[in-house]
């Protein structure tokens, strides 16, 4: 390859003539990331301030100098948020495994494409062999399996889509002329992307009929049967259920066994969004409370929350593998013949798809099922710490019972007015997070509410006393000057 405007390190020579020259360029950003991972502690949460983005340099004529790269390297480290930091628990952004981010670079540089066998070969067979191994780790039986996606929205997405298809034989024909309206039935705190999912399968965000919930935001059954009750009254088809295992703003889990129960009763298809809450699987402690999730149709599930992968890496799971292949692929007629083997890209929403599962499954090779459950135990642990450190504080108060590792929480000072109560979490939110914690502040029941996801393997009973003493130090001065 001869162009001489292309910079000696553009591409990796395949017959070696400039490795010297890559592998120190390589070493450089190595040096950079691992030196900024190494120093998230001493990092705040959330950078203080943005660069000038009309002062970038976006698509330049001619190449840059690999020393001006490196410097916009490092200005997008500077203005990154810093999960690394044992004080950032303010969402489910985990500290990424090493192995998941050395996985990401060489699945990179392959640079295969999970859209068929012959441009993935081993990979495609990997996330096969990977997806049945986290069906059996839910006790989904022998005929399930799986197919990894970008995230949990398009897991739930591609869920939905095959139950619909499955019940209304949609795959062909499509839903314009079904005579009874299709609706899915979900708790009030589920997550958003069901309502995109919805959307986007033709059904409208009105499709999905929001369950109340209890003080602990679990879905309540009798509620959700008055409501299928109610649908079926009003002439409507309701298909599937969707119970959550980890909700986004307190981390609650649903009855799954109760809920299966009733999916049943009605014949309806049940869905478990466990996109966070699924990683308890790991741990022999605590997988009663996902007790019942053998009974799902289909699992969203997430590795790059409580797993550790980085992003992104999800999956979602079904119980019988083949309604998949019936009820939702689409075939590639220029791929080549596979002989029995169904190319991932016929199977998933996404086609050309980033070989994520070589991250995954290095990281869970390093760090292996003990060390997972013991990282699990711990989470539950230090929650159960914190909880106690809420409940000792009478200014202090929680959302309800927690299921998982997240502790939604509030101060309600008794010296102030209630209407005040709001703006005073969101002033004690900034307070902690100019002292280097970041706790995120949802929307919740109609009020600011602070929120802790403790998936960080650095936070410990330390970070969370001084934690709780920055609290008490703001609390006491506002209390002086109210």
Known sequence: MENTELPL????????TNQEQILALSKKVFEQVFDMLGSAASRAPLPSSLPDFDSLTLFPDTALGENRILENLQLAMDSAMNPGLPGYIGHMDSLPA????????????L????????MAPFFARLETLLTREFATLFELGELAGGVMTSGGSLANLEALAVARNY???SLEKGIINLSSKPVIFASEVAHASLEKASMLLGLGTKAVVKVATNANS????????????NSLKQGEYPFCIVATAGTTTTGSIDPIAQIAQIAQEYKLWLHVDAAYGGAIMLSPLHQNKLAGIEHANSITFNPQKWLYVAKTCAMVLFKNFGLLEKTFRVGAPYMADTKGFTNLGELGVQGTRHAEVLKLWLTLQHIGREGYTGLINRSFELTNYFVEQVKARPYLKLAGECDSNLICFRAEPEWLMVEKWDEWNSRLQQHLLQNHFFLSLPLYRGQRWLRAVLLNPYTDEKTLDKLFSLIAGFSKEQDLNP
């Open 111 to 118: 640079n295969n494409n999970m859209l068929s066998l012959e």
């Open 9 to 16: 390190t553009a591409f990796t020579n395949p017959f070696g």
């Open 218 to 229: 679990q879905m309540d059954t009798q509620d959700l049967k008055v409501k299928l009750e």
């Open 98 to 109: 090493t192995f998941s981010i050395l996985g990401e670079f060489a699945s990179s540089a």
């Open 167 to 169: 019940f209304f034989e």
